[in-house]
């Protein structure tokens, strides 16, 4: 009767870490993505602007500023 419990346990344990795994590193990628292209944050802007606020947020409590600052310039040096 334990067995078929432990193999259902370890099943749904292994299924948890694999979601994780992957959601650690699709969050690597997304902030990877966004450190490196600027082209990529506007587009971030326009679709999901949450998340772009959590990049900027994130990079200014390590240290770096100016980033949306310049970003927002650019952009909108590029509509006029």
């Given at each position: 009767?334990g067995?078929?419990?432990e193999?259902?346990?370890?099943?749904?344990?292994?299924?948890?870490?694999?979601?994780?795994?992957?959601?650690?590193?699709?969050a690597?990628?997304?902030?990877?993505?966004?450190?490196?292209s600027?082209?990529?944050?506007?587009?971030?802007?326009?679709?999901?602007?949450?998340?772009?606020e959590?990049?900027?947020?994130?990079?200014?409590?390590?240290?770096?500023?100016?980033?949306?600052?310049?970003?927002?310039?650019?952009?909108?040096?590029s509509?006029?």
């Amino acid at each position: 009767m334990g067995r078929p419990l432990e193999t259902l346990t370890k099943k749904i344990l292994k299924g948890v870490l694999v979601a994780e795994l992957m959601g650690a590193f699709g969050a690597y990628f997304l902030f990877n993505k966004m450190n490196t292209s600027q082209d990529f944050r506007q587009t971030m802007s326009k679709k999901f602007p949450f998340i772009l606020e959590v990049y900027y947020k994130s990079i200014e409590q390590s240290g770096v500023y100016g980033t949306r600052e310049q970003d927002q310039k650019i952009w909108l040096d590029s509509k006029n």
